[in-house]
């Protein structure tokens, strides 16, 4: 019983090899098993086309309010300052202190000039009188003419030299008088030292009545502005109105941004609370669908790789990468050149793109 049961092992593993055997000839002459799938994966996109007109969308342009009337003040004397009249941001007018210098070594130099002037003064005296006894002895042939003449040439110096005294004292009274500065940021404290060569800067006056707003417009839109023309704005934070005047539109397009420098007149709207305040951020609107011809896509199509421009176009299932030249219109919109009019740009979805990429369109 036991050597049946043996034999029957050996059959059945004899049989066993000889499946494997046949198996593994089998895979030598015939293709290996399929692999899985490799195809590339696909990415859902939303697109748009772009489009010919903004239909109810205003253009705007981001700027600065800025004061047309502003001026450094510096000293006109040198000295330390004794007492300063005003804080940052107080309002002055013509004739009101800023700051007061000290004038005690001023005041030392006065009366050494004044010491100096009478001092002259007395020499002049006498080189008159010298002048006068010489004339006569002249006249009457008791002196010879180099004599006279170099009495002459004293008296002559004498009156040179008074003027000059007369005129540094002149020049100390009125430096005095300037230890006063009159005419806001402070840049200087008590304390300081102030000098003339260079001129140090003691305060800024600003007109805060005469505002003025720097717009930096894209250079599609700017043909549409001319001195004259009326904008409306806000301010940002705050959003008080303002009604502004072109006065100014530049010749010349910044080569990196593509604007142009648009400068307007400021003054606050009729109707509408709120501050205007110089170095504030304005907002200004354009005009309204007068903003140009497109064609427009959304502003988050377009990506920035630098100083280039791209969108990502579909086109037979794939995405490709398309350079454009692009501006902002308004926060929404950008004008697009490079584009045609069917193209499919893709508005949503850009991340993980690359050219050639296999992509889906969502409904």
Request: net charge neutral; hydrophobic share 50%.
């Given at each position: 019983?036991?050597?049946?049961?043996?034999?029957?092992?050996?059959?059945?593993?004899?049989?066993?090899?000889?499946?494997?055997?046949?198996?593994?000839?089998?895979?030598?002459?015939?293709?290996?098993?399929?692999?899985?799938?490799s195809a590339e994966p696909t990415l859902a996109v939303r697109v748009a086309e772009p489009l010919a007109h903004l239909d109810g969308e205003t253009a705007r342009a981001t700027g600065e309010l800025r004061s047309k009337?502003?001026?450094?003040?510096?000293?006109?004397?040198?000295?330390?300052?004794?007492?300063?009249?005003?804080?940052?941001?107080?309002?002055?007018?013509?004739?009101?202190?800023?700051?007061?210098?000290?004038?005690?070594?001023?005041?030392?130099?006065?009366?050494?000039?004044?010491?100096?002037?009478?001092?002259?003064?007395?020499?002049?005296?006498n080189a008159r009188a010298e002048l006068s006894r010489t004339r006569q002895l002249s006249e009457a042939g008791a002196a010879p003419p180099a004599v006279m003449d170099k009495v002459a040439a004293g008296a002559e110096q004498a009156e040179a030299s008074v003027e000059e005294a007369d005129a540094q004292v002149r020049l100390l009274e009125q430096n005095l008088r300037d230890q006063i500065l009159r005419v806001t940021a402070r840049m200087k404290n008590v304390g300081d030292y102030l000098v003339t060569m260079p001129p140090t800067p003691v305060a800024t006056v600003v007109a805060t009545d005469a505002l003025e707003v720097r717009l930096s417009v894209p250079e599609g839109l700017v043909d549409q502005l001319k001195p004259g023309t009326a904008l409306r704005g806000r301010a940002i934070p705050g959003g008080a109105p303002f009604d502004a005047k072109v006065t100014s539109v530049g010749a010349?397009?910044?080569?990196?941004?593509?604007?142009?420098?648009?400068?307007?007149?400021v003054r606050p709207a009729a109707k509408g609370g709120g501050v205007l305040r110089a170095g504030g951020l304005a907002e200004v609107?354009?005009?309204?669908?007068?903003?140009?011809?497109?064609?427009?896509?959304?502003?988050?199509?377009?990506?920035?790789?630098?100083?280039?421009?791209?969108?990502?176009v579909v086109d037979g299932g794939a995405a490709r990468k398309r350079a454009v030249?692009?501006?902002?219109?308004?926060?929404?919109?950008?004008?697009?050149?490079?584009?045609?009019?069917?193209?499919?740009?893709?508005?949503?979805?850009?991340?993980?793109l690359a050219d050639g990429t296999r992509v889906a369109v969502a409904k």
């Open positions: 019983m036991a050597t049946k049961s043996r034999s029957t092992l050996l059959l059945l593993s004899a049989v066993l090899a000889a499946t494997a055997t046949g198996c593994s000839r089998a895979g030598a002459s015939t293709a290996a098993l399929p692999e899985r799938g009337l502003q001026a450094t003040v510096s000293a006109k004397v040198a000295g330390t300052i004794l007492k300063v009249h005003v804080e940052p941001g107080a309002r002055v007018r013509k004739g009101d202190p800023l700051v007061e210098l000290d004038p005690a070594t001023l005041v030392i130099q006065l009366d050494q000039a004044r010491a100096a002037r009478r001092l002259v003064a007395a020499a002049r005296a010349i397009v910044d080569p990196q941004t593509r604007a142009v420098e648009v400068l307007a007149d609107e354009l005009g309204g669908s007068a903003a140009g011809e497109g064609p427009f896509v959304p502003a988050q199509a377009v990506v920035h790789d630098g100083e280039a421009r791209f969108v990502w030249k692009a501006e902002a219109v308004t926060p929404q919109w950008a004008r697009v050149r490079g584009l045609a009019g069917d193209d499919a740009v893709v508005v949503e979805g850009m991340a993980g």
